[in-house]
């Protein structure tokens, strides 16, 4: 018998229940058939009984006969019409019961039963009915001499003297029988009730083992178990249960066990992706922690390179060690990974060398075979992060990735590619703030000869030189001018906002910024329309923001400069003001009538450098956007045929705390 059923609880529960039930259909059984075999002891001892009444009876007439005896030969005739028929009667009805006994048969006559009965004697009963039976026949053919034949006078007194002086060998032996069968009853009882005392006793000891068992292969084991699923549900991840045997108990411990240990692998996975900024650290932590829950032989991360339909490899761990590669660019369409991108689930594929033989657009499919690789899963990294990729994991073995594999990595799959999006994002940031900080330095060291350049243009122009000459001096001066604003942009973009918050209204602000600078549409005859007056009496708590003045005003101001450089002559630039008790958020919206902006140049406004002007720079916009970012608000820009241009700013609004 395998060693794993003997300890499994359903056998040991089976094993005892059949142990119980056995014992208990044996008692029951053994009880029956005794009741029925003792049923046929009292039936011999009462027909034992029996043969003792009628000898009684016999010795009653006897003595009777000799104290009346007849005195006349009527009186003779008389007796032998009731005392021989009635004595002979007694003697064959005595005869046919010792018979039966000496037989070992009660007849069904005898016993007044449905059908006779076998008995089933000791050898000790058997020898007293033997030696009842030997002076039975003996007796009964002495006193049948004795008392002679009906119709040949028979001596009535001489039989009565015979069973006076004869009878009592017999009632000694009937004695001894009935001794015999009662004893031998009891012992048969007794014996009946040791069994069932044993077989209970047994039980008992069964059912005793069977509990203690039970405490200690299942309550023992269950508590355990549960006190692991409270700890780990108070956010003890990792934590084992010890358990010392090998049943149901046991395997359900082991599941426990295990998902501990998935779910701590994970938890410490996600904390340190969501902590890390390194790409390269991150990918080689996600290898070894998911070693422990997957069979991974190879972790890489492919990213957008800036082309939507290129993927670029960045990183490669093969055994858990870097791996070194060339950095390679994959095309996405008509492949798996357009697929896996398309797709929310992990992406399974099974004998890679087959598949990636079966397509010519499967380029990274051939890498990972010539690797060694034969299964691998794409995670998709979601859309939310700045730069969109996939994370590939890959095993030498075919078919290394099972159901159980899919459905775990199709449940953490979001919560991981999330994860690690964001590394990628703060990967990104860290990298555009060292270029953001290495332009800084290119813009300082730029700046200094641009300035001397200008000072040495404006000394030119004050010179007497021909007309060409004159001419380029003007035109170097413009640019040198145009190249000083736009060095000055970039720094203010690539520079962190740095912000010095006040409470501000609103409503006052943007009516103190529109009066003061009314001249930037004058030469156009563009008005520049006040907030809804409305707007001040009502809830005026809801204008309030928490902002930097000066940068909302450089904010309005590029909005308003472009708006007006938008708007036909003659129109109007409306300012609105509105707020968001839901939300708690207050909206400046700046509308200007004029021409529509196409969706795709609208979605990209605010991109670094993209600029629709002659002369623009491109970066007002994504400064502005940056500035109302770091007021913790948004900017939206909306455009139609039918209402014009908005550009709306939405800030969150400074409630006071009520005392």
Not at 420 to 431: D, Y
Request: aromatic letters at 8%; one cysteine or more; proline letters at 2%.
């Amino acid at each position: 018998m395998p060693k794993k059923l003997i300890h499994s609880l359903k056998f040991q529960i089976t094993a005892v229940m059949g142990i119980l039930l056995s014992l208990f259909s044996f008692a029951i059984s053994y009880t029956l058939y005794n009741i029925e075999e003792r049923e046929k002891e009292m039936a011999a001892l009462h027909l034992i009984n029996r043969l003792q009444l009628i000898t009684n009876y016999m010795d009653m007439q006897s003595f009777n006969y000799l104290k009346n005896a007849p005195q006349s030969s009527s009186a003779y005739k008389r007796d032998i019409n009731l005392y021989y028929d009635d004595l002979k009667g007694q003697l064959n009805n005595k005869n046919d019961i010792i018979t039966c006994f000496a037989d070992e048969h009660l007849t069904a006559e005898l016993i007044d039963m449905d059908s006779g009965v076998d008995l089933n004697l000791d050898m000790k009963t058997r020898e007293t009915l033997t030696q009842l039976e030997e002076t039975w026949n003996n007796y009964y053919k002495e006193l049948s001499a004795t008392l002679g034949d009906r119709d040949d006078s028979p001596k009535l007194a001489a039989a009565a003297h015979y069973i006076s002086e004869n009878q009592e060998k017999i009632k000694i032996i009937e004695d001894v029988v009935v001794k015999q069968l009662q004893q031998d009853l009891k012992n048969r009882i007794n014996w009946i009730n040791f069994v069932n005392k044993l077989v209970l006793g047994v039980a008992f000891v069964v059912a005793f083992l069977t509990l203690v068992g039970f405490y200690i292969k299942v309550i023992i084991p269950l508590n355990r178990a549960v006190e692991g699923f409270n700890r780990v549900a108070k956010g003890d991840f990792g934590h084992q249960v010890v358990l010392n045997s090998d049943n149901e108990i046991a395997s359900i411990a082991k599941s426990f066990n295990h998902l501990s240990l998935r779910l701590n692998s994970i938890f410490q996975l996600i904390h340190r992706v969501q902590q890390g900024d390194d790409l390269d650290s991150t990918l080689g932590f996600i290898a070894e922690q998911f070693s422990s829950i997957l069979p991974i032989d190879w972790t890489s991360v492919l990213l957008h390179n800036g082309n939507a339909t290129m993927l670029e490899l960045q990183k490669v761990y093969m055994d858990g060690r870097p791996h070194a590669l060339p950095r390679t660019i994959f095309s996405v369409e008509a492949t798996l990974l357009e697929k896996a991108i398309n797709s929310d689930k992990p992406l399974l594929i099974s004998n890679l060398r087959e598949r990636a033989e079966s397509n010519k657009n499967y380029v990274f499919l051939k890498l990972l075979a010539n690797e060694g690789m034969q299964s691998a899963i794409f995670l998709h990294l979601t859309q939310e992060t700045q730069v969109p990729g996939m994370l590939i994991f890959a095993s030498r073995q075919a078919n290394a990735y099972n159901e159980e594999h899919i459905e775990l990595l199709s449940n953490i799959a979001h919560l991981v590619t999330h994860s690690f999006g964001k590394t990628v994002k703060m990967a990104e940031q860290k990298r555009l703030a060292a270029i953001g900080e290495f332009t800084s330095g290119i813009v300082h060291e730029v700046r200094n000869p641009l300035t001397t350049i200008g000072l040495a243009l404006k000394y030119f122009g004050r010179l007497e030189l021909d007309e060409d000459g004159s001419e380029w001096a003007v035109i170097s001066q413009r640019e040198s001018a145009r190249m000083g604003r736009l060095l000055e942009d970039i720094l203010l973009y690539a520079k962190p906002v740095k912000l010095d918050l006040h409470t501000i209204n609103l409503f006052d602000f943007t009516t103190d910024f529109i009066q003061t600078n009314k001249e930037i549409g004058g030469a156009n005859s563009i008005q520049l329309l006040l907030p809804n007056t409305e707007q001040r009496g009502k809830n005026e708590h809801q204008l309030l923001v928490k902002a930097d003045s000066d940068r909302l005003n450089q904010i309005l101001l590029n909005i308003y400069r472009n708006a007006v450089e938008a708007a036909d002559s003659d129109s109007k630039i409306q300012c609105l003001l509105k707020s968001n008790q839901v939300a708690h958020v207050v909206t400046i919206m700046i509308t200007n009538q004029g021409d529509f902006i196409p969706e795709n140049i609208l979605k990209r406004i605010g991109e670094p450098f993209f600029t629709t002007k002659n002369r623009g720079t491109g970066l007002g916009m994504g400064i502005v956007k940056r500035m109302v970012e770091a007021h913790s608000g948004f900017l939206e820009i909306t455009s139609s045929i039918e209402q014009g241009t908005s550009v709306s700013i939405t800030l969150p609004y400074f409630e006071r705390q009520k005392n």
